[in-house]
């Protein structure tokens, strides 16, 4: 099992900038993925980014360029700096664990935290 802490959600004006960070603790293979998701009322989870233990990362395209990924892999922590940040980006962002080892790779999540982007 793999137990996520996230915090760092606010309300923030556009444009504004916010940091998001997980901690996982647990059983934590070598072989995983660290992330955030987000999700809007009546809609579905949706990747914000994503970062392997190698350090291969993936963004939503909606947020390239305003957005960081970066994980410390020794204190198996993730953050998510947040930049230039419009409205259309308020929603519950998720921290995620995907463990690479299993088939299919299994995911864990954390309890969600609010980011209101708001004048």
């Known amino acids: 099992q793999v137990q996520l802490v996230e915090s760092g959600g606010d309300l923030v004006q556009p444009g504004g900038s916010l940091r998001l960070s997980c901690a996982a603790s647990?059983?934590?293979?070598?072989?995983?993925?660290m992330g955030w998701y987000r999700q809007t009322p009546g809609k579905q989870r949706e990747l914000v980014a994503a970062?392997?233990?190698?350090?291969?990362?993936n963004y939503a395209d909606s947020v390239k360029g305003r957005f960081t990924i970066s994980r410390d892999n020794a204190k198996n922590t993730v953050a998510l700096q947040m930049n230039n940040l419009k409205p259309e980006d308020t929603a519950v962002y998720y921290c995620?664990?995907?463990?690479?080892?299993?088939?299919?790779?299994?995911?864990?999540w954390g309890q969600g935290t609010q980011v209101t982007v708001s004048s």
């Open positions: 647990g059983i934590i293979f070598s072989r995983n993925s």
């Open positions: 995620n664990f995907r463990n690479l080892i299993t088939v299919p790779p299994r995911d864990y």
């Open positions: 970062v392997t233990t190698g350090g291969t990362t």
